[in-house]
């Protein structure tokens, strides 16, 4: 069976208890009037996959394409971190340091030598090292500007 890896998305969730404009209030009257519902008196949201019951701790996502469901807090633990805020300087320094891993991850890939690589392509990586190695220096100097 193959692996997959879940695609990094940015969503936006709040936990219930909480105002949401996807929250509905089943009041068809209780089980004797609507047999068998689940959802009376209770907080529920409409999901692709039908009506889902929202209990105290319950985060609402909104997913990728605007649509809204409830997640169990543990498996929100386990699925999301918390995303800063991403002011000038946030990403400023979060693009720095994913550079610094990837020319980090290329010197030590040049350290080896491109064993398989024709001389086209070795030259193409060291020009692609210089390159990204003049970035990371642009960025440093503009870090050390804001005083970083």
């Given amino acids: 069976m193959s692996k997959y890896r879940k695609k990094p998305v940015v969503i936006e969730a709040v936990q219930y ?10 009041s068809c009257g209780g089980p004797e ?25 319950d985060w609402i996502i909104t997913g ?3 649509e ?13 971190d918390a995303v800063e805020a991403d002011t000038f300087e946030t990403r400023l320094r979060r693009e720095h340091q994913e550079l610094n ?3 980090t991850a290329l010197r030590a890939f040049a350290n080896k030598g491109y064993p398989l ?4 392509q070795r030259d193409l990586l060291e020009q692609q090292l210089v390159y990204m190695t003049n ?11 804001l005083g970083t």
């Fill in 135 to 145: 970035y990371l220096e642009v960025l440093e100097e503009r870090l050390h500007d």
């Fill in 117 to 120: 690589a024709n001389e086209r």
């Fill in 33 to 57: 009037q609507k047999a068998g519902c689940v959802h009376c008196g209770y907080h529920y949201i409409e999901t692709l996959e039908g009506q889902m019951r929202v209990s105290a701790g």
């Fill in 68 to 80: 809204h469901y409830p997640c169990k807090p543990d498996i929100f633990a386990k699925t999301y």
């Fill in 101 to 103: 891993a990837r020319v």
């Fill in 64 to 66: 990728v394409n605007g």
């Fill in 17 to 26: 208890p909480c105002e949401h404009p996807a929250l509905k209030v089943c």
